[in-house]
């Protein structure tokens, strides 16, 4: 409690790493031990305790204000809706929350932004050679399903976590040493190896995206080391794609598309998606989409989304979709503030390179979350308050050198 970052470290390494389904944490947690519910309460009094000397600046940021918002939303329409199944979507997210908020006034200072980045590059690195030395047991018609948390233990949300986790290590590869530049290098292998093991069409689409961001938006003078990046990113590539990958792929072709009854599912889903939210403009409340969609497709009953966007218009109603859609443009105000005013001293460069780091995640992870529902998937929320975190740090950072 002396040191609240230790419990965002913790918080982070539990969430990956999820010791409840591994042979070396399973013991206590069949005893009964809830490693998150320690680790989250430790983490808030921690913060509490040392909130009067942390370096956090304004109290709350406009991105906090409309998350606390989107929060209370939830709240609202689960009162009034109520709870249809035994997924509690307002409790996770409130747990969520202490993090969070944890986070942004915790994390505000370089050195601490850069150490937080290390322990998800680190993490990317355990989750990816875990799914590397996966027993074929985990593989269900050749795609990796059920490795870590609850949050991605679905092939298609796992990728989507893994192409958000890239960009941060690619980052971390160009800014570090020769020492950081192997440990990001391992961490990227078995990182995009990862994706492709869950052969994920939605994930392969967001890589794509996220190329496309970091070759639109980088950094001035430094397009040479970004195609040096995308070049070894693509030799990366060919040595870890295989037949079975190439061959999902090849099913985003038109053509193919048509024969595809998982992709053609989808648009089902979110066409029912759509007319539940016409029908119930505030929502059918958080979670209950699954109670639903039989009466709009009987033969799909139970099922789910695979959209984000659809998930949170149809659970949140249109509110819910604006407060989300405000929070994500606000996210992307951030963080072109946070490298405009980067760009003016030089000793800030590592603010911008974070910056720039968090634009290509968030745009790879929301182009991911066309096809998972991450609508209560801890990765989204993390992208979009680590831009909060990321101001505060600059703000410290003018501070320390006008100081």
């Known amino acids: 409690m002396a040191e609240p970052f230790a419990g965002v470290v913790a918080y982070v390494v539990h969430y990956h790493t999820y010791p409840e389904n591994s042979w070396w944490g399973s013991g206590l947690s069949n005893s009964g031990v809830r490693y998150s519910v320690i680790i989250s309460a430790s983490l808030a ?85 875990d799914c590397f030395t996966a027993p074929r047991s985990m593989y269900i018609q050749g ?23 890239l960009s941060i290590i690619g980052i ?12 990001s290098f391992v961490a990227g292998g078995f990182v995009a190896n990862t994706i492709v093991l869950t052969r994920s069409r939605g994930g392969y689409l967001a890589s794509l995206v996220t190329v ?75 979670g209950n989409f699954y109670m639903h969609i039989g009466e709009y497709l009987p033969e799909d009953a139970g099922r789910d989304t695979h959209n984000t966007y659809v998930r949170c218009v149809a659970e949140l109603g249109w509110p819910g979709l604006g407060l989300l859609i405000a929070l994500i443009s606000n ?9 405009r005013l980067a760009a003016k001293a030089p000793e800030l460069e590592e603010c911008a390179w974070n910056a720039f780091g968090l634009q290509m995640s968030l745009s790879g992870y929301l182009a991911a979350s066309m096809f998972i529902s991450a609508t209560y998937i801890q990765m989204l ?13 600059i703000a410290n950072a003018v501070i320390g050198e006008s100081g």
């Open 381 to 393: 929320w993390w992208l979009l308050l680590l831009p909060t975190a990321l101001e505060r740090v």
């Open 143 to 165: 795609r990796l399903e059920g490795m870590g948390g609850p949050d991605f233990s679905d092939s298609n949300a796992m990728a989507a976590h893994m192409v958000a986790l």
């Open 212 to 286: 496309f961001v970091m070759l639109t938006f980088t950094p001035k003078g430094r397009r040479k080391q970004i195609l040096a990046l995308v070049a070894l990113g693509a030799m990366g590539a060919l040595t870890v794609v295989d037949a079975g990958f190439l061959e999902r792929m090849g099913t985003l072709k038109a053509g193919e598309r048509e024969k595809d009854e998982s992709a053609m599912s989808r648009l089902r889903f979110w066409k029912a998606g759509f007319h539940m939210a016409v029908d119930n403009p505030l929502g059918v409340g958080p």
């Open 331 to 339: 996210a992307y105000i951030v963080l072109a503030r946070v490298r």
């Open 45 to 129: 009094a921690g913060t509490l305790l040392n909130f009067k000397r942390l370096p956090y600046g304004k109290l709350v940021s406009r991105q906090e204000i409309l998350y606390l918002t989107f929060l209370a939303w939830m709240l609202v329409i689960r009162l009034i809706q109520g709870q249809e199944t035994p997924e509690d979507a307002v409790d996770k997210m409130f747990k969520i929350a202490v993090f969070l908020l944890a986070l942004t006034h915790v994390v505000v200072t370089p050195r601490r932004f850069n150490q937080f980045l290390w322990v998800l590059v680190c993490c990317g690195l355990y989750l990816g050679y």
């Open 172 to 183: 971390r590869f160009l800014r570090g040493g020769w020492k950081s530049k192997a440990v």
